[in-house]
Each structure stands twice: as C-alpha cells, then as structure tokens.
C-alpha cells in the first residue's frame, strides 16, 4: 500500500506570495493532519481534517488554512508568506474507525523557503 | 496542557552501546505515547506506540514501556546500529475532546552511532 504522498517536496517563495501543498493520504485513510517543523519552535500542530470538515486546529494565525477533498486528498495555504514561515511541512493520515487507533502516518515533507 | 519533555542531544554512542533516551509527559487523562524516528530529509517514522500503563511498545529492538506513576515513557536498545543514527521523537496523543487525536512531540534527540 503506497504511504502519504506530498507535493511539491521543495518550495521557494517570496515574502508577500501565497503558496499551497498537498497531500494524498495512505489509501483508505480519512483523517488528514498538517504539521509545521522549525529548528526553532520544533513540531506544532497545524489543523486537521476529517470527512472534509476541520476538526482540530492549533495555534497559527488566520493566513494558515486547509481544505479536504471527498477523496480524503488535502491542501494547506499559506497566504502572505513572512520569513518565519520557512519550515517542513509534514502531512500525517490516519484511518478514523470504530475500535481503530489514531496512529498516525507521516509523509515526507515539504520544504518550504521564503526569501 | 499537554506536553512532553526529552532529553537534549546529541547523544553520540558506539556501535553494540546501551541506548536510554528519556521522556516524561504533562497530560490530562490518559494519552497514547508514541516514539517517532526520522531519517535525513525524511518524514517521521512511526517506531512505536503504547496505548495505556504498563503496556511496552517494542520494534526493531527498540523498547519503551508507559509508566503512569512518574509519567514516562524512556526509549531504550540494548545493542545500537550505525544504521540507528537518525533523530527520535516522543509524542502524546491527546483523546480530550478540544485536542482530539493531535500529537504533542517532543524537541527531539539526534542520536549518532560510531563504528
């Protein structure tokens, strides 16, 4: 079964630009969760989303969002890109079910440089 | 809040060492635990998990067992590879309602194995 995919893997941004990524979460998967990874701040959460609706959200400013698809695919924007918004953007999936855990499954990233 | 705490790196060992790196959590309820790896350039690798006290997550000769009584959950291998050499995180996930599947992690512990 093909793991979390994410695109694009590198990203170069200007101060100011509005970027997207993606992920495509493990097959049969419905939970989608979007981390931010700083040398400085380490792993924050991001948000999540289940069956197309946020169901969890940290603690990021408003140019921060995400959408899910019907197909459980998500995207995360970032508008008004600043300077510290230069991280790797992890995705996690995790199959949501009646006695199923909540592990999640992370993706490779997507380094994002804003200059 | 929810929050975990683990050692500071770098931790740098020989080949065949005894392997302890130590985690202790903050957390209402009861969470899961979670011990992550990545690799360079690479995502988080789930490497185990413990779903309540007393139970111990084990994987590629990797061990940690949940102890409630003084909120820990320490990594430990008997006999480290080269290959072992990544950074290892420790992580909380929290059930409350508010925070609901989110993963608290830890600042992470790079580990470097010598031949």
């Known amino acids: 079964k093909a793991g979390v995919t994410q695109t694009p893997r590198y990203l170069i941004k200007t101060r100011g630009q509005q970027v997207t990524l993606s992920c495509s979460p493990i097959s049969g998967h419905r939970s989608v969760s979007w981390y931010q990874q700083t040398p400085g701040q380490g792993l924050q959460f991001l948000f999540e989303y289940f069956s197309e609706t946020q169901r969890n959200k940290g603690n990021f400013p408003g140019r921060f969002s995400g959408r899910q698809f019907s197909n459980s695919r998500s995207e995360m924007n970032v508008s008004t890109l600043e300077l510290g918004d230069s991280a790797l953007y992890l995705c996690?999936?995790?199959?949501?079910?009646?006695?199923?855990?909540?592990?999640?499954?992370f993706g490779p990233g997507t380094r994002l440089t804003v200059t | 809040g929810d929050s975990v705490t683990q050692m500071e790196g770098p931790v740098t060992l020989s080949e065949e060492a005894f392997l302890t790196i130590n985690c202790t959590y903050t957390?209402?309820?009861?969470?899961?635990l979670f011990w992550y790896v990545q690799y360079p350039g690479e995502g988080l690798q789930l490497l185990l998990k413990a779903t309540k006290a007393d139970d111990k997550g084990s994987n590629k000769g990797f061990e940690a067992t949940y102890r409630k009584e003084t909120t820990s959950f320490h990594l430990e291998k008997g006999s480290v590879q080269v290959s072992d050499s990544a950074v290892y995180f420790c992580a909380l996930q929290s059930y409350r309602g508010s925070t609901l599947g989110r993963l608290y992690f830890g600042r992470g512990t790079q580990l470097t194995v010598w031949p």
């Open positions: 957390a209402t309820g009861y969470p899961s």
């Open positions: 996690a999936s995790s199959l949501i079910g009646t006695g199923v855990s909540y592990e999640q499954y």
